[in-house]
């Protein structure tokens, strides 16, 4: 199952009618406008992109967005301030998932077909709601009972501050990380679902390169680390 996002694309797009993005805690500020644009570059151009990249390889790939089949239903999210638990931040038509039915995804699986899905869900009244697409994998690998969660970033993995690339973490190290600002921005969102996964009960989670070429099948396949791998323990 491919999960995808697609910051860069809607900075472009957003740039292309004059908005400038803006992100709290790396998570975007989503006005209604920018809600329409990002379900048109997600769900219109990059899944349509990996789909048909997918399918020129040999696979049988879908697009869906968390629409499809009412899989990823969700509400507005309530962003807490890192510092000061009093302040809550407004970020917009950014969601926070309630519930996810997995069932349209194992259709297509069952049948033979590559899922490839945009982060975006709906509320109870019908509204969208823009989803950071790591909380989306991590939250849809644990309820799929995943063997496995590789998320691909364009870093070697989780830094320490001197840069080094720190190999195993263990959720107590992760909230010493935190604590101390080593891990910050869109890191966060993407460290917090990795962990919540690991916790869940998905065996593995590893955060990957994704410019080095071949990397997953690197990472299954040898017996050498790549990036960074997260243990609930």
Known sequence: ??????????EHAL???GK???????????DAETMEVVEWVLGGEVQQDIVGLINAAGGKAVGLTGRDGGMIRAKKLKLVDNQDPNIEHDVGQVGDIESIDPSVVQALQDDQFIPVISPIGFG??????????????????????????????????VLDKEGQLLTD??????DELF?????????????????????SGVN??????????????????????????????
């Not at 199952?1 to 809607?10: A, L, S, T, W, Y």
């Open 179 to 199: 604590a101390d600002g080593t891990i910050s921005g869109g890191m966060l969102p993407k460290i917090a679902g990795a962990l919540d996964a690991a916790k």
């Open 204 to 233: 593995a989670v590893h955060i990957i390169d994704g410019r080095v070429p071949h990397v997953m099948l690197l990472e299954v396949l040898t017996e050498q680390a790549y990036g960074t791998m997260i243990r609930a323990r």
């Open 169 to 174: 973490l263990t959720a107590r190290r992760i």
């Open 20 to 30: 400038k993005g803006q992100f709290v805690q790396g998570m975007r500020v989503t």
């Open 1 to 10: 199952v491919v999960v995808h996002g697609g910051g860069p694309q809607i």
């Open 124 to 157: 109870e009244k019908n509204e969208s709601y823009n989803i950071n697409a790591d909380v989306v994998a991590a939250k849809l690998a644990t309820v799929l009972k995943a063997e496995k969660l590789l998320m691909l970033t364009n870093i070697t993995g």
């Open 15 to 17: 740039n292309r009618l």
